[in-house]
C-alpha cells in the first residue's frame, strides 16, 4: 500500500458520512490542482457535508480525517489592505 502523501493536509468535504470506527464515508478533497474523491475514516462520526482536513494517508485511495473550520473563516471575509 502505497501512501499518498499529497493529500495530507488538504481540505475537502464528505459527500458520503463517516461512521467513526463503524466505516469509512466518502470525501473530495482539492488536491494537485483538482479535486479527487477517497474513502475517509475518522475517529468519531463525521456528518454528509462536514469540512475536513486530511491527516494521514492509508494508500490505496483512503485517507483519516477530522472535522476542520478554515481560521481564516473568522476574520469574516476581512482582507489586509497591501497598500
Do not use: K
Request: hydrophobic share 40%; charged share 20%.
Amino acid at each position: 500500500m502505497e501512501q499518498d502523501n499529497d493529500v495530507v493536509g488538504c481540505p475537502g468535504v464528505l459527500h458520503v458520512a463517516t461512521r467513526g470506527t463503524a466505516g469509512p464515508g466518502e470525501v473530495v478533497v482539492s488536491v494537485r490542482g483538482g479535486t479527487e474523491a477517497f474513502l475517509a475514516w475518522s475517529e468519531e462520526p463525521l456528518p454528509r457535508g462536514a469540512t475536513v482536513l486530511v491527516i494521514g494517508s492509508r494508500g490505496t485511495r483512503q485517507v483519516d480525517v477530522i472535522e476542520w473550520a478554515d481560521p481564516l473563516d473568522a476574520l469574516g471575509g476581512f482582507t489586509a489592505d497591501a497598500g
